[in-house]
């Protein structure tokens, strides 16, 4: 137990690395998400190809693949860098895998979404003038987010204990600095396992509880 | 009846033909609507009375024949279609409130984002016609809080609000509680009173007698007759009309 308590600012530390990634992921995975969403209901077959190509390839890669290549073809290979500190650059590079990933999800929950909203309210748009993008923007998206607030923050879940992954790379979040600590306190292994997943509780209960209030909250009444 | 403005076609269908699949749904549909005439249409469900409703804004696209708006072809994509759209106005059979917005917000989208009039002027255009169809009280609320009547008269309110040239109702009364009809069907009559391009598909004979200049009876996906309602409903030329109104005459 003493482990625990005396590596705590190094605990809280490798949290603070996995609370920035999940919600840098989970924004950019939000914003691509959306987009590919419009994308795969839009009438330009090019558009929906290129929505559905995205989708059937990221979610059906392994997530460790994914963030491999990150490091390794685009840091590595491509040279693509974000800062000149390695941990900062690698921290980029996981976060671009863990948004493509997610996005892939972020897209068919919101697809979902869209498929609970009337036909009717895009007619209606339509009938008044709206242009497609509009018509998305301002009626069908609105609507189909507030369906779907609980499978999003499910995703929001999944992505929080995803950011583990990052860990191949060598990016120190929580998962990383969990064996590191294992190597330091053998005799403490239980503990410290115990803490980490205490950790990741604190972190994915409130949001599940959040997420489920909003979903209730934002519900359209029809 | 009312005048009928200055006679000069504001639609004018030729030769339109629609398939849903195999079904022909439209045959061969000639039609021309005036401007400030009021037209219904009545017949059988399956007829093809909705497609024929919905190809004017071309919410349904069609297959053969040309139809023309304001002497303009119909656009078929893109910001042309959406002007289009925007100069017709549409009253749907199950309303289509945006469920997400307010009843003003509701009037107040189209002439917002679509003409790009500021908020606060189509905010009092849209309590003016609000008031005018009686529902400036709830001008707050969200739809499901309104009875059907309400909503309707508010999707009359919405049309209204975009200025159209001419609004088409696609059975507006249909999935009303009988005891709400006729406050939707009193907006439509002052509407056509005061001399607005209408086409109207309807079961409602009785706003047909009282506010129709002309009858058009389709059946089978053609316009089988056309008529002025005292003629039609007196005294219906084809076996066909006659047969459907003495189904729904009697009762």
Not at chain 1, 33 to 48: F, Q
Not at chain 1, 121 to 127: D, G, K, L, M, S
Not at chain 1, 153 to 182: P, Q
């Amino acid at each position: 137990m003493q482990a625990l308590f005396d590596e705590f600012p190094v605990i809280l530390d490798a949290f603070w690395l996995t609370i920035r990634l999940t919600l840098a992921s989970g924004l950019v995975a939000l914003v691509l998400g959306t987009i590919l969403a419009g994308m795969r209901v839009s009438p330009l077959p090019v558009l929906r190809g290129i929505g559905t190509t995205y989708v059937n390839v990221l979610r059906n890669t392994p997530l460790t693949l994914v963030i491999v290549f990150c490091g390794l073809g685009l840091g590595l290979v491509l040279d693509v860098s974000f800062s000149t500190s390695l941990s900062t650059n690698y921290m980029w590079l996981s976060i671009i895998g863990l948004s493509a990933y997610t996005a892939a999800f972020v897209c068919e929950a919101i697809r979902a979404g869209i498929n609970t909203v009337p036909v009717g309210q895009a007619e209606a748009a339509r009938a008044i003038g709206l242009t497609f993008g509009q018509n998305l923007r301002l009626i069908v998206l609105p609507q189909a987010f507030r369906a779907v607030i609980a499978p999003l923050g499910s995703i929001l879940i999944a992505l929080t204990k995803n950011t583990t992954i990052a860990a191949a790379i060598g990016v120190g979040e929580a998962s990383l600095t969990m064996k590191t600590l294992f190597e330091a306190h053998g005799d403490a292994v239980v503990q410290i396992f115990a803490g980490f997943a205490l950790g990741f509780l604190i972190l994915t209960l409130p949001t599940g509880l959040l997420f489920g209030w909003l979903a209730k909250r934002l519900a359209v009444v029809r | 009846m009312t005048e009928n403005g200055d006679k000069t076609p504001l639609v004018v269908l030729e030769g339109v033909n629609k398939h849903f699949g195999s079904l022909h749904v439209l045959r061969d549909i000639n039609l021309t609507i005036s401007r400030g005439e009021v037209l219904v249409v009545i017949g059988p469900s399956g007829g093809g009375k909705s497609t024929l409703c919905r190809t004017i804004n071309r919410l349904e696209a069609i297959d053969q024949g040309t139809i023309t708006f304001d002497s303009q072809p119909l656009a078929v994509e893109g910001k042309a279609l959406a002007k289009l759209r925007s100069e017709v106005g549409m009253v749907f059979q199950s309303f289509n409130l945006f469920a997400h917005k307010t009843i003003l917000e509701n009037v107040t989208l189209g002439p917002i984002k679509v003409r790009g009039i500021a908020k606060a002027d189509a905010e009092r255009r849209g309590m003016e016609l609000l008031e005018r169809v009686g529902i400036g009280a709830q001008a707050s609320k969200y739809p499901a809080q309104l009875s059907g009547g309400q909503q309707q008269r508010v999707a009359i309110a919405r049309a209204l609000a975009m200025d159209p040239k001419m609004i088409l109702f696609d059975e507006p009364t249909s999935a009303l509680d009988p005891e709400m009809v006729q406050e939707v069907l009193d907006v439509m009559i002052s509407l056509a009173q005061e001399g607005m391009t209408m086409m109207v598909v309807t079961h409602e004979m009785g706003f047909a007698r009282r506010a129709a200049d002309r009858v058009v009876f389709m059946a089978e996906g053609q316009v089988v007759e056309e008529n002025t309602p005292e003629e039609f409903f007196t005294n219906a030329r084809t076996d066909r009309a006659k047969d459907f109104l003495s189904k729904i005459l009697t009762h």
